[in-house]
Structures are given as C-alpha cells and as structure tokens.
C-alpha cells in the first residue's frame, strides 16, 4: 500500500468550508436578511398574497391650499364660518339682483296701463331702429289717438277714463306678437313697434287693431263706455331716430283722423 492509499483509506480527506452544502434554516435566514436590505425588490412568489405589506392609503388633498396635517380644529372653525359668510352674500346678492329687476320692470310700465311708458318705449324704439340699420331689415311703427275718450271723462269722471285706457292697453297686448311692443306715449295716446313688418303689414295691422279698440266695450256705474281709434303708421328709414319715428307716426295719425272727419261730413 502506497502512502497515499494509506492516508486516504484512513481518514477522510477535508473539505474547505466555502463549499459545504448551507441547511435550508440558514438560506431562508440569509434572504430575509436580503430583502429587508432592499426594501423596493420584488417579493418572491412564494411569498406574495401572505406576507406582502398591505397599500398605504393615498394622501389626503389640501383643503383652499391649506395642507391636511395643519387643518387644525380652529382652522376648520374659521373655514366654516367663512363658507358660511359666502352663501350668505351669495344668498344677498340674489335679492338684490331681483330688487333691482323688479324696479326696473317698475320703472318702465305705465303707472295706470300694463305697458311701457314713454321713457322706456322710446328706448326699445332706439333699438329696433339700430337693429333695422344693422341688419337692413324692415320694422315699423303705429300711432294710435282714441276718440271720444274725452266726452267718456268729461261725463263720468277720470275713473271712468282710467278704465277705459287700461281697457284699450290690455286690448293692444292682447292682439300683437310676442316680437311686438305696446306703449302708452301720451294721454289717450298709444304706439305700436311692429318688428320685421314693412309699410303695407303696418297698414294691415293698424287698421286690424283700430277696430280690435272699437270693439273694446267696459261698464261703468251701469254704463257700457265705448271709443274708436284713429291710426297712422310709419315704416323707419335708414337715417331715423326714436324720436322722428314718433313724430311722423303721429303726423300719419293725425292725417288719418282728419281725413276721416271730411268722409264723414
């Protein structure tokens, strides 16, 4: 037997410590030493679903810019009561709004007749008038005067009159569309805005709401009141004002009447 079988069928020969097998304690120790290394790495599969570390929850928004951690239970005192502060200027600046609407739908009625007074017809005629110009389209105006409206106050009274004017205005309203306008610009006067009507539709619609005013009968202490109506309508022209428009309307008017007193001679 050589010297080297006699040593190697005595003892085992050793093995260098780095490449003894490791036991599965120890490498089940030495990757959770890893892992908590580095935090961000990809759990293994086996040990996903049970030991993965539940979500955070996300970060609560800041409320009017003020970060979540200083909304302190003062601060949410002083953000309620200036919430509370905003609805009711907003809550104070409705009725006021409507205040003003309602003074202005005050402000541009007649004070007798549910139509607009002189003031504010005359403005809306302004802009039909620009809204012609603009547009190169036809618009018109019809004047009316009431006959014995007069003899009506003079025998009964002015209530007796103020009767028959808020009979002859609910008249006019009542038989114009919904395009048209109705004012009461004098007295016992009235005038129409005839939108998108050109000379013969005023002329139609004039002699229509003429005898719409004749037949407009109201009782009074027992009396049945009646009144005609005489009428003039003028188409606007490119140059027109407001207030020219009213004067030849009224010229038109006059004219009708006076024709009207010859024919009856």
């Known amino acids: 037997m050589s010297f080297a079988q006699h040593h190697s069928d005595g003892k085992p020969k050793a093995t260098s410590p780095s490449l003894q097998p490791k036991s599965a304690l120890e490498r089940a120790t030495q990757a959770a030493a890893a892992a908590k290394r580095s935090p961000v790495a990809e759990p ?12 955070h929850s996300p970060e609560a928004p800041p409320v009017l810019g003020i970060p979540p951690q200083e909304l302190t239970p003062h601060v949410r005192r002083a953000l309620k009561h200036l919430a509370d502060q905003v609805s009711s200027l907003k809550a104070d600046r409705a009725r006021l709004v409507d205040r003003l609407r309602r003074a202005e739908e005050l402000a541009d009625r007649d004070t007798l007749v549910p139509v607009f007074n002189r003031r504010a017809f005359e403005r809306e005629l ?17 004047y009316f005067d009431l006959d014995g409206f007069k003899q009506i106050n003079d025998r009964f009274g002015h209530p007796a009159g103020d009767a028959i004017l808020l009979a002859v205005g609910e008249t006019l309203a009542a038989n114009i569309r919904e395009s048209d306008l109705v004012g009461r610009v004098g007295g016992d006067e009235f005038a129409v805005i005839l939108a998108k009507a050109g000379p013969e539709d005023a002329r139609r619609k ?3 709401l003429a005898e719409a005013i004749s037949r407009t009968e109201i009782t009074y202490q027992g009396h049945r009141l009646q009144v005609g109506a005489a009428y003039g309508s003028y188409t606007f022209e490119s140059d027109d004002t407001g207030e020219r428009a009213l004067s030849r309307a009224d010229e038109a008017m006059y004219a009708n009447k006076v024709g009207r007193k010859i024919q009856s001679l």
Do not use: K, M
Request: proline fraction near 6%.
């Open 44 to 55: 293994s599969p086996s040990l996903r679903g049970a030991e993965a570390s539940p979500a």
């Open 126 to 142: 302004n802009r039909v008038i620009s809204f012609a110009q603009r547009y190169e389209v036809q618009a018109s105006l019809v």
């Open 206 to 208: 004039g002699t229509q």
